[in-house]
């Protein structure tokens, strides 16, 4: 793995083993093996963004988990999936603030001229490339709608 974030992840490993952490690390291993099928998939090597996108539809992944285990009533599954998604967020940029995210929806639609909700897909495109796994797909989304829309 040749970026910083792989890198931090496998010492995070090491470490966990020291420590004999079995949930940390299980869900480090599982991060891991997710860029390694990606490497795999791609023939390439990550950089910190391909990493970090790997990561971010890790966290997704879990959230949707953690989703489901809370709507079929089970306590054990969702405390497993807190659990797990607590270690994931230790990977991902801070999440944004709303007015920041949204000087950047009102920059990218200023430069695209999108003016209304058929040019959605241009405008989010525009503002997931600046936010970086600062901001959900699904919020970035919303905020790109009511503006269009509203």
């Known amino acids: 793995m040749s970026s910083d974030i792989a890198a931090r992840l496998q010492a995070d490993v090491i470490t966990a083993m020291k420590a004999k952490d079995k949930e940390r690390l299980g869900v480090l291993r599982q991060m ?7 490497q795999i998939d791609t023939r390439a090597e990550l950089d910190d963004d391909g990493v970090l996108k790997v990561f ?45 995210l949204a000087a950047i ?13 058929k040019e959605m897909g241009v405008v989010i495109k525009g503002v997931m490339a600046q936010v970086k796994g600062a901001a959900e797909g699904s919020r970035v989304s919303a905020m790109v709608k009511s503006k269009l829309v509203g």
């Open 32 to 38: 891991q093996a997710a860029v390694k099928q990606v």
């Open 56 to 100: 971010m539809a890790y966290a997704k992944k879990v959230r949707d988990s953690l989703e489901s285990a809370e709507k079929a009533g089970r306590e054990d599954l969702a405390a497993g999936a807190r659990a797990e998604q607590a270690i994931v967020q230790n990977y991902l940029p801070a999440a944004m603030a709303d007015d920041e």
């Open 105 to 117: 929806v009102d920059t990218v639609i200023a430069e695209t001229g999108a003016s209304s909700p």
